[in-house]
């Protein structure tokens, strides 16, 4: 399965400021997906990462505020924008294989606390 | 849409026990349909991926189920120990390679 490695792990920032999250994979993927986790919830979809095309977003997000960067098929970038409290969460960046019938894997995540 | 639930929320067992986590889904147009394990502050490690022309799928202690009809899937696990502690998540594919999340199970083994 294919090894994902998410930077940074944790930070704490201040209220108004921009966080941009990295995701490495070890190996070509056709999708990424990038979630929320919000405190004690279960995942949350936020985008889909297409890669060389703006990402496909869920009902209730939008790219102003979580602008997403897919330049090739190993590495992505989510980025949270204009950062307030009710943004502190874990978010996860995951990937599929060639296809929809291939099982989904997820890095360990980037818990954002902000301030 | 699709809608994910999975009962119970909490689950405590002594350890040695076999036990069962559910996952209802409301849309049974589905590729398949995934359980997961979280583990406190970390991310989701992949326990069993079931096709939807499968009926179940096993490793080790773990047996996933798929009934796909009625919209459910189950996960056994035999002769739990205090290491299955974690959050169990059913994840349901129905679109595009995009998958809808339950709520989880926390189980905790006590010794």
């Known amino acids: 399965s294919a090894v994902i490695s998410q930077k940074p792990s944790r930070d704490i920032c201040q209220r108004g400021t921009s966080l941009t999250i990295q995701c490495q994979v070890d190996s070509q993927v056709t999708m990424m997906f990038w979630y929320r986790q919000q405190p004690g919830q279960s995942l949350t979809l936020i985008a889909t990462a297409n890669q060389g095309s703006e990402a496909t977003y869920e009902s209730g997000f939008v790219i102003d505020k979580f602008p997403i960067s897919r330049p090739n098929l190993t590495f992505s970038t989510l980025t949270v924008s204009n950062m307030s409290p009710e943004d502190s969460s874990i978010y996860l960046c995951s990937v599929r294989g060639t296809d929809s019938n291939q099982p989904q894997h997820f890095g360990d995540g980037t818990r954002l606390s902000i301030l | 849409k699709q809608e994910v639930t999975q009962i119970p929320a909490a689950l405590s067992v002594p350890e040695g026990e076999n036990l069962v986590l559910n996952c209802s889904f409301t849309?049974?147009?589905?590729?398949?349909l995934q359980w997961f394990r979280q583990d406190p502050g970390k991310g989701l490690t992949s326990l069993l991926l079931?096709?939807?022309?499968?009926r179940e799928q096993t490793s080790g202690r773990l047996n996933a189920s798929l009934d796909k009809s009625s919209g459910r899937s189950t996960l056994y696990i035999a002769a739990s120990q205090p290491g299955d502690s974690a959050t169990y998540l059913c994840a349901v594919n129905t679109n595009a390679g995009k998958s809808t999340f339950g709520d989880g199970t926390t189980l905790t083994v006590k010794p």
């Open positions: 079931i096709q939807s022309s499968q």
């Open positions: 849309d049974s147009a589905i590729y398949n």
